[in-house]
């Protein structure tokens, strides 16, 4: 048990707010604004901004709709919960003709952690999941697309 006066409480005290203020006075370290600070975490844009392929896609989307062959589609409309803390948010949610909610990622290249979200989500939900790669014109040009179950 401590036992402390009245003036060994005031001295703490005093130490102890001297202290705060040393801290206090040195000044925080830079930070971005949060509009911009996202868009620098690994290459990674702000949420809801569509890279060039995502822009691309949603044209195709859109001439897709136009020829009947897609309802709807929307640009991060869907977050899914995979676990406590594990959140995938798919590019594009997509209603087709079919009426059967699709869920599209679009992809330039795979990382490791993309593709085990994916394969968690389809696991998980009763979507269809669907990965969208850009084909290279001198291969014809396109879509690729890779279903997960």
């Known amino acids: 048990m401590l036992r402390w006066s009245e ?16 801290i206090n006075d040195v000044p925080p370290p830079f930070k971005l604004p949060a509009n911009v600070a996202g868009a620098f975490a690994l290459g990674r844009l702000p949420a809801g901004t ?4 995502e822009k691309l896609y949603a044209e195709h989307l859109a001439t897709q709709q136009s020829a ?9 409309a869907v977050k899914l919960r995979l676990a406590d803390s594990t959140f995938y948010t798919p590019d594009f949610a ?3 003709a079919s009426c059967v909610l699709e869920l599209h990622e679009v ?3 795979w990382q ?6 994916i394969k968690v989500a389809a696991a998980l ?8 790669t850009q084909r290279a ?13």
């Open 50 to 53: 569509m890279n060039k392929t």
């Open 94 to 96: 997509v209603l087709p």
């Open 125 to 132: 939900y009763p979507f269809r999941f669907l990965a969208v």
């Open 137 to 149: 014109k001198k291969r014809g040009g396109g879509w690729e697309m890779e279903e997960f179950a």
């Open 107 to 109: 992809k330039g290249f």
């Open 68 to 76: 009947g062959v897609v309802l709807w589609f929307k640009f991060e």
């Open 7 to 22: 003036k060994d409480l005031a001295e703490y005290l005093t130490r102890r707010a001297a202290d705060v203020r040393k």
């Open 112 to 117: 490791d952690d993309a593709r085990v979200k």
